[in-house]
């Protein structure tokens, strides 16, 4: 007897690049750390301008400025290395991300870099995202990914290899550093262990509510559950948690913030 309860549905075309860019993460050794990063003060601030002016300060745009700054001040942690077995240290920053939007009434994934994040403050991060969420469809990433998955997988992955062995190129088509949201479609915390193709990948968990001891009275805190990945071949351990100390003091200090609000 046959179950006819199914459908048969296209497999997207995107998840082609999916698909090549996990085959070459294997070859990276990645190590993960799971850090929590109290985030209370941030989201208090954010909700208040939101109350105040009407407008939702991106999330995204405010952990991504806190990543450019904790990465200019130590740019190994975006180190390419080239086939010469030399290391490429670039100054500029550029923010590999992803974005649900929706596309001829269906909700898809659309990757988008953001340059020179370590240059820009929290308004035109800010603003760049959101003109991305709107105008999409125009992106450079987006129309160069429509035309490189529909060539056949042995050309893609041929090229593929050729663009990570020239750190230039892959800076220009793939950024420096990657960053990721999984948390935002759930509630309570938790953290995405990520495959990855950069020698830094941040993912962003969920967000979880805990009492925390402060100035002697218990409060209840917001921590942001978030996964650091570092590619060991070229970042150790040490520079490593310097980096992940810096980018948590920078994250719960409200860096860039005071000047949004004051700007709006």
Known sequence: MSDKSYQLVPFPKIRRLMVDGGRMARQKHLIHGLVE??????????????????????????????????????????????????????DDVDVNTMFEVEVDGRKIIRPHIIREVNKKNLRELHEEIREFQSKHEHGREANFIDWFVLLPAFIRRFLLGILFRNPHWLKDMNGTVSLTAVGMFGNGGGWGIPVSNHTLQITLGGISEKPVLKNGQLENREFLCVTISIDHDIVDGAPAARFIQRLKELIESNYGISEFVEKA
């Open 37 to 90: 990063i109290d985030v209370t003060d941030a989201r208090r601030v954010i909700h208040k301008h939101k109350a105040k002016t009407g407008e939702t300060l991106s999330f995204t745009a405010f952990i991504m400025a806190c990543l450019g700054r904790a990465v200019e001040m130590n740019k190994h942690m975006q180190a390419y290395r080239t086939w010469r077995e030399r290391l490429v240290l670039f």
